[in-house]
C-alpha cells in the first residue's frame, strides 16, 4: 500500500510513525512533511492545499491511499476534488467531504446541527454585521463570562472568553465590523460559559460503524498552572482518569451516536476523525466544538497508545470495512510535552540549530515545526516538538516527557514543567 499523507506537523509525523510499523505500508509519502518525516517517508514539496499538485503526485507515485492531517483541505474539500476527477476516484482517502468537514468549517452549521439532533451543548446564537444591534442587546441579557467564537477556521485563534460586558461588546464589534478574523468571523457565535474539566474524545468511522479512540487532556495555554495566552497545545495526557467508564458510556450515548445519526439524517458519509472537544459540567458531557480530524498533540498521546495496525484501520476505514478491523488499546499512560520557540504564540525565531533530540532514549520524538537543512535539523514553527513518555505510571510516563523536553535544545526553547500533574493530582 503506497501511502500519502497531508500535513506537516506533530500529528502527521506520529500518523507516519504508526504507518510505517504496518506490514502493509510499501511506500510512505508525506507533503509537505518536516524534519521528522523526512527520516522516515518521502518529504514532497507540496503544499496541501494545492490539490492539483496532489493530485500529480498521487497519480506519479501510484498512491493507493490519501490520509488528510489538517482541517483546512478538508474544509476546503479536497475529498470532493478527487471524487470529481475519474482518475483519481478509485484513491482511498481518510477525511470527509467538504459538507462532512463544515462540522468544524463552521461553528454556526455544527451548533444547528448539535440543536436539530439533541446532542448536548452550551445555548448560543449566531450574529452578522446585519444584526450586530441585535448581538449588542443579546449580550445585555447574558451571564458573564460569556464566549464569542468565529464562525469560520481562524488558525485555532478565533475564540474570546469575555469577563465583562464592556468587553464583550467591543469584541463583537471588532469581529464583526473590523473583520478582527478576516472572513472567520463574518458571523459569530455567541456561546454561554460552562465551567468543569476538559478532555478531547475521538471517534474514527467510515460513516456506518465507528470505533472510540482513546481520550485525552490537552494543555492549552502557555504559561504554567494554566495561565496566559493560548495556543495550538503546550502537551497532551492519555488516558484521562474523570473520563470513567460511566461517563464515556454518557458520550458514547448522548453524544456519539446521535452525531453519527445526525450525520446520516444530513446525507453526509462521513469518512475519517471526529474529534469531539467535550466538557465535564457537572458530571455530564457538553460538546464544545467538534473537529474533522485528529486534534494535535493529542495525537501524539493517542496513537502511542493504540495497539492495532494503524494503517490496516485507515485501510478498512477508507474502504467502509471499519467493523472488520482489529482495535485494542494499551493500558499504559502517555504523556507528551511540547517544546516551542521562544515568544510563541506570538512572534518567533526560525532557522535556529536543535541539537540533543540525539540523546533522547525513553521517550518518542515527534516533530512539528522542523525541518532539515544541510543535515542539520532547524527549528521552523512555533511548536517545534513534542516529546511523548509511556509508563505503566502516570508518573513515570511524566518524568519521561519532561526529562526528553529537557534535552531537546535550541535557543529560545520554552516547555511547561506541570504537563500532567493536574491529573496526578486527580
Known amino acids: 500500500m503506497n501511502t500519502l499523507i497531508l500535513g506537516s506537523g506533530g500529528r502527521e509525523h506520529a500518523f507516519a510513525w504508526r504507518i510505517t510499523q504496518s506490514t502493509l505500508c510499501d511506500k510512505l509519502f508525506v507533503a509537505p512533511g518536516n524534519a521528522g518525516t523526512a527520516q522516515i517517508a518521502t518529504n514532497l514539496p507540496i503544499s496541501y492545499n494545492d490539490f492539483e499538485k496532489i493530485a500529480e503526485a498521487v497519480l506519479a507515485n501510484d498512491i493507493d491511499l490519501v490520509i488528510v492531517g489538517p482541517e483546512e483541505p478538508l474544509v476546503k474539500g479536497v475529498r470532493d476534488y478527487f471524487q470529481s476527477r475519474e482518475e483519481l476516484k478509485h484513491v482511498l482517502m481518510v477525511g470527509p467531504d467538504a459538507h462532512g468537514a463544515m ?66 461588546k467591543e469584541s463583537l464589534t471588532e469581529m464583526l465590523v473590523d473583520a478582527k478574523f478576516g472572513d472567520a468571523s463574518s458571523k459569530v457565535v455567541i456561546e454561554e460559559f460552562l465551567t468543569g474539566i476538559e478532555l478531547s474524545v475521538f471517534v474514527l468511522t467510515d460513516g456506518d460503524s465507528y470505533k472510540i479512540l482513546p481520550e485525552a487532556k490537552d494543555y492549552k495555554r502557555i504559561g504554567e498552572g494554566d495561565t496566559g ?15 470513567t467508564e460511566k461517563f464515556m458510556e454518557a458520550v458514547e450515548n448522548q453524544v456519539i451516536k446521535p452525531t453519527m445519526a445526525g450525520l446520516k439524517a444530513e446525507g453526509i458519509k462521513y469518512n475519517g476523525f471526529i474529534f469531539i472537544g467535550l466538557m465535564n459540567h457537572e458530571g455530564e458531557p457538553y460538546v464544545i466544538e467538534y473537529n474533522a480530524r485528529m486534534g494535535d498533540p493529542e495525537t501524539e498521546v493517542v496513537l502511542p497508545r493504540i495497539e492495532s495496525d494503524f494503517l490496516a484501520l485507515m485501510i478498512a476505514t477508507a474502504k467502509n470495512k471499519l467493523h472488520e478491523a482489529d482495535f485494542t488499546v494499551s493500558k499504559q499512560h502517555a504523556v507528551t510535552t511540547v517544546v516551542v520557540a521562544g515568544g510563541y504564540p506570538g512572534d518567533y525565531r526560525k532557522g535556529d540549530v536543535i ?14 515545526g522542523t525541518k532539515p537543512e544541510n543535515g542539520l535539523v532547524l527549528t521552523n514553527g512555533g511548536r517545534v516538538m513534542a516529546l511523548t513518555g509511556m509508563s505503566n505510571t502516570l508518573e513515570k510516563a511524566i518524568q519521561k516527557s519532561q526529562k526528553a523536553a529537557q534535552d531537546v535544545l535550541f535557543d529560545g526553547k520554552y516547555y511547561r514543567k506541570d504537563i500532567g500533574l493536574d491529573v496526578l493530582r486527580y
Do not use: C, W
Not at 495566552?229 to 473520563?243: D, E, I, Q, R, Y
Not at 540533543?356 to 516533530?367: L, M, N, R
Open 229 to 243: 495566552l493560548n495556543t495550538g497545545g503546550m502537551g497532551a495526557v492519555s488516558p484521562v482518569p474523570f473520563a
Open 355 to 368: 541539537v540533543g533530540y540525539d540523546s533522547v532514549k525513553d521517550a518518542t520524538i515527534f516533530h512539528a
Open 103 to 168: 462540522l468544524e468549517g463552521s461553528k454556526d452549521f455544527s451548533k444547528n446541527f448539535m440543536a436539530k439532533y439533541g446532542v448536548p451543548t452550551a445555548k448560543s446564537e449566531t450574529f452578522t454585521k446585519d444584526t450586530l444591534e441585535d448581538g449588542l442587546r443579546y449580550l445585555e441579557d447574558q451571564k458573564l463570562p460569556i464566549v464569542l467564537k468565529a464562525d469560520g477556521l481562524a488558525a485555532g485563534k478565533g475564540v474570546i472568553i469575555a469577563l465583562s460586558l464592556d468587553e464583550a
